[in-house]
């Protein structure tokens, strides 16, 4: 029986130079969206997929993105003194528990390769996943859960991926498919940001990756790839030339960069209409809007 998937690396070095000067003052990932920071949907979804040990890769500068997941025994009391039942649950499910949660700095910005290879003692000789949190996924069943399903059935290597316009190939790490079954692809290479005419595929790698532990011996080897930064993509294909067993899989969901703010700014409104009691007066503002630019 394969052994279960428990321990995620969680990449949020990043100085979100994108949203400043918002981050200047607040880490990205705790900027939010309606009213839950990217990081908690995140976690949620590892919680969702199995996951009891969660490895944050950080930087300086983080130090409220690590308070978040802290008791708040003072405003805990508050809302129990006001009867806040509901909003005292809510606040309860952002608390981790001691032991579970681990931090690991990234002294330099070399790439999201170098940001999982610094979690490595942490990951021993253990399958993992890897969660990117800019990359949003709304889905009824999260996905990587999904992903965990699956993997249980194939092993090895495993990336979520989605088409993209071809246009949009140089912005992503390209999947080269020997074949093709639907939601899983074997895959026979892999190719960091291409341009659209060399792009082996449209199909794109997004944030959720299930690997092995020898993904981590083979970030070891390499040197740095595209923009000059060690790139997971590069570890993940020598795992393809040494073992043939990566695998693309395609979720069920919608994705949403919130890495720019067009993304962020759509996953906000879309979930916001997700919300029932936000629905209603979203959808009257929206046409409003709507209204008053047709005029």
Same mark, same amino acid.
């Given at each position: 029986?394969?052994?279960?998937?428990?321990?995620?690396?969680?990449?949020?070095?990043?100085?979100?130079?994108?949203?400043?000067?918002?981050?200047?003052?607040?880490?990205?990932?705790?900027?939010?969206?309606?009213?839950?920071?990217?990081?908690?949907?995140?976690?949620?979804?590892?919680?969702?997929?199995?996951?009891?040990?969660?490895?944050?890769?950080?930087?300086?500068?983080?130090?409220?993105?690590?308070?978040?997941?802290?008791?708040?025994?003072?405003?805990?009391?508050?809302?129990?003194?006001?009867?806040?039942?509901?909003? $005292?649950?809510? %606040?309860?499910?952002?608390?981790?528990? +001691? @032991?579970?949660?681990?931090?690991?700095?990234?002294?330099? *910005? /070399?790439?999201?390769?170098?940001?999982?290879?610094?979690?490595?003692?942490?990951?021993?000789?253990?399958?993992?996943?890897?969660?990117?949190?800019?990359?949003?996924?709304?889905?009824?069943?999260?996905?990587?859960?999904?992903?965990?399903?699956?993997?249980?059935?194939?092993?090895?290597?495993?990336?979520?991926?989605?088409?993209?316009?071809?246009?949009?190939?140089?912005?992503?790490?390209?999947?080269?498919?020997?074949?093709?079954?639907?939601?899983?692809?074997?895959?026979?290479?892999?190719?960091?940001?291409?341009?659209?005419?060399?792009?082996?595929?449209?199909?794109?790698?997004?944030?959720?990756?299930?690997?092995?532990?020898?993904? $981590?011996?083979? %970030?070891?080897?390499?040197?740095?790839? +595209? @923009?000059?930064?060690?790139?997971?993509?590069?570890?993940? *294909? /020598?795992?393809?030339?040494?073992?043939?067993?990566?695998?693309?899989?395609?979720?069920?969901?919608?994705?949403?960069?919130?890495?720019?703010?067009?993304?962020?700014?759509?996953?906000?409104?879309?979930?916001?209409?997700?919300?029932?009691?936000?629905?209603?007066?979203?959808?009257?503002?929206?046409?409003?809007?709507?209204?008053?630019?047709?005029?």
């Amino acid at each position: 029986m394969r052994k279960k998937v428990t321990k995620a690396i969680f990449p949020v070095a990043g100085l979100g130079t994108r949203f400043l000067p918002a981050t200047k003052a607040v880490p990205k990932e705790i900027m939010t969206l309606v009213d839950r920071p990217l990081i908690q949907y995140a976690i949620d979804e590892a919680r969702a997929a199995g996951i009891k040990e969660f490895i944050f890769v950080t930087s300086r500068g983080k130090g409220a993105l690590e308070d978040y997941f802290d008791l708040a025994p003072q405003l805990e009391q508050e809302l129990r003194k006001k009867g806040k039942t509901e909003l $005292l649950s809510v %606040l309860r499910s952002t608390n981790m528990d +001691s @032991g579970a949660i681990a931090y690991i700095r990234q002294h330099k *910005a /070399l790439g999201l390769g170098h940001a999982v290879w610094c979690a490595r003692r942490l990951i021993g000789n253990e399958s993992f996943a890897v969660i990117l949190p800019d990359d949003v996924i709304a889905a009824d069943k999260p996905c990587l859960q999904q992903m965990v399903e699956a993997y249980a059935e194939t092993g090895g290597n495993m990336v979520a991926a989605m088409e993209v316009p071809p246009e949009r190939a140089s912005a992503y790490g390209i999947l080269d498919i020997s074949e093709d079954d639907g939601q899983l692809v074997k895959v026979k290479g892999m190719v960091e940001k291409p341009k659209a005419e060399d792009a082996p595929s449209n199909l794109a790698v997004i944030g959720r990756y299930i690997l092995s532990p020898s993904v $981590l011996n083979n %970030l070891n080897k390499i040197k740095s790839g +595209s @923009g000059g930064e060690i790139q997971l993509t590069d570890a993940i *294909a /020598l795992d393809i030339e040494q073992e043939n067993n990566v695998y693309g899989f395609r979720f069920k969901g919608q994705r949403f960069d919130c890495g720019s703010k067009s993304g962020f700014l759509q996953a906000t409104v879309s979930f916001g209409l997700a919300r029932d009691e936000l629905r209603d007066d979203l959808r009257a503002f929206l046409s409003s809007i709507s209204l008053e630019g047709d005029a």
